[in-house]
């Protein structure tokens, strides 16, 4: 007697998903070459105070395919090298081609051709995704007479008619059991499906049907207020007003995409101080001496009147180039940290291409306070830093 045959075998099934592996592959490394350009897409000029239609393109690396190349000299073939060598040496490396800048002490054209890169579309929408997983309003608190309310939808009840999306399928299974079991389905199910007359809707049936309903209802939410102060006197030049708009910008569609009911009170300074609307925010343009310390003030009366401690979360942010009238530094701090008492957190941040900070700073820098935050921005790329540092984890703690 013969015995039976066996044969066994074992099939890659992930080259049949080659194409979608290596579509998901794509999409990380888009991902992961995005975040690493994050700060300087943070300060791209063209998308400040764009729409979030608007599609930005980000350079990214492309990759070789590997094969081989062969040498068809006289020269030895085998290159097994002199041994010695561990996992993760440098082996070789290609000195980079020269294109018009120095190279190696030279200056000329290029003579090696160069890297290639593509550019990845996003939207600002997905840009924002990628700034804002991170970030959240540090140390928000419940309050006791919260009045803010956000809309919500609870499912509270099952009814018989409704629409297929909101079908809740473990009661139709259920009701469709009770009625076989007491139908007696066990039973007569079989024969009927023997002899052909069963319907195909003897498993199921429109009385069996059940639908989640809902209503919509208010709940509370933790009341907030975030001030937002920048200077705009005559000292603040292109640069500057450019940093502390840019941080404006994110800091107002990340509060507005994370946070449904956030009021966001504007002011801006000179010598004096005033409440501002958003759009003339970003748009007022810069004159007059620095008086840091009157819009400390303003921002003390609004949360004393229109926000008071016990109802709100209260944030302030101040922007400015640290150039403040002498007499007015100590009269700031004095401010700042009658202000603290109120808000949640204070962040403070200055704006310098050059040189050390100020009195103004060393006047703030005598304030020790873990709800007190400060900062230096010397390029575009400290935007998104400042953004980290004012809403992130070490910002939460």
Sequence with gaps: M??????????????????ELDQQRHTRKVKEAIKRNLPDLVSEETIITSQGDRIVKVPIRSMDEPKFRYDYTDKDQVGQGNGGTEVGDVIGQVQPGRS???AQGREGAGDQPGIDYYEADITVDELAELIFEDLQLPRLKPKSEADLTVE?????????KGMMGNIDKRRTLIESMKRRALSGFAGTYGHEAAA????????IRNE????????DIRKPQSAAVVIAMMDTSGSMGTFEKYIARSFYFWMVRFLRTKYEEVEICFLAHDMEAKRVGEEDFFTKGESGGTKCSSVYKLALELLDSDFPHSRYNAYG???SDGDNLDSDNAATAALVREMLVRVNMLGYGEIRRHGTGGRLWDAMSSIDN??????????????YRTLKSFFGEAAVG
């Design 196 to 203: 052909g007359q069963d319907d195909g809707h003897g498993l």
């Design 317 to 319: 942010f101040h922007f």
């Design 2 to 19: 013969n015995e039976p045959l066996f044969v066994l075998s074992q099939n890659d099934w992930s080259l049949h998903r080659k194409g």
């Design 370 to 383: 873990e709800a007190f935050s400060r900062a230096v921005l010397r390029e575009k790329g400290d935007v």
């Design 100 to 102: 018009g800048q120095k």
């Design 208 to 215: 069996d049907m059940r639908f989640k309903t809902w209503e």
């Design 152 to 160: 919500d939808i609870r499912f509270n009840d099952v009814r018989r």
